[in-house]
């Protein structure tokens, strides 16, 4: 597709609750992020793919978090027991390549979570 | 201590004015510095970003960079009111992903 493409929009779940996130990124785009971003604050990084392979997953804030990405094009973020601090809006954003050279991440338009 | 600061204003400019936005890091070893727009409601976009001491000028966006006093601003000349959105600073060291700032809200009054 054009640009990167995340579902659902918008998931609305009960605590406890298991839920998925996928993201389809843009076509030829290697590196893959996941970033949450809560109301008034900047995005939070979450975790990165090079690849198939989760390059840096240090921002997975516990193990109920968890995100794959096994041909190296589609990842989807799984979310177990959800709990109502995990509202949020989940963004995946790809780039051509990762490095710190550059950061010309492009966003999707993110998946609004909300734990009731 | 935060990693990347910024105000969070709401920064409000009469129309036409220059908007000055700033943002400063902690992290010594960044090497690359951007500033993202977001509509609200919308995902980021890219608007600038500057990799080196002084100043990168497109368009009416200039951003400027101190690495000694660890500084990245956005200064946007002539606003318009469709520049009304928050302006996220990011910045990219040791790690291979973005920190962002939490995000300066601008208002642009016609």
């Known amino acids: 597709g054009a640009g990167v493409s995340q579902t659902p929009s918008n998931k609305v779940t009960e605590k406890g609750k298991y839920v998925e996130l996928r993201c389809d990124p843009i076509?030829?785009?290697?590196?893959l992020y996941w970033y949450r971003q809560s109301l008034g604050q900047g995005p939070e990084f979450l975790i990165y793919?090079?690849?198939?392979?989760?390059?840096?997953d240090s921002g997975l804030p516990n193990d109920r978090f968890f995100a794959v990405r096994p041909e190296g094009s589609v990842s989807t973020l799984k979310i177990q027991r959800t709990e109502r601090g995990d509202s949020a809006v989940y963004l995946c954003?790809?780039?051509?390549?990762?490095?710190?050279?550059?950061?010309?991440?492009?966003f999707g338009e993110g998946s609004r979570l909300t734990v009731l | 201590q935060k990693e990347v600061e910024q105000n969070s204003g709401p920064l409000s400019v009469p129309e036409g004015a220059i908007a000055s936005l700033n943002c400063t890091y902690s992290d010594r070893g960044s090497q690359s510095f951007f500033w993202y727009r977001q509509y609200s409601g919308k995902s980021p976009e890219l608007i600038m970003s500057?990799?080196?001491?002084g100043d990168k000028e497109d368009g009416r966006f200039t951003a400027q960079l101190n690495k000694a006093s660890q500084y990245v601003s956005l200064l946007i000349r002539d606003s318009q009111p469709s520049d009304s959105a928050t302006y996220l600073c990011a910045v990219s060291g040791s790690a291979r992903q973005l920190t962002f700032g939490s995000g300066t809200q601008l208002t642009v009054l016609p």
């Open positions: 500057i990799y080196s001491n």
């Open positions: 793919f090079q690849g198939t392979g989760a390059a840096d």
């Open positions: 954003a790809s780039s051509l390549t990762a490095g710190t050279d550059t950061g010309e991440l492009f």
């Open positions: 076509s030829g785009h290697t590196a």
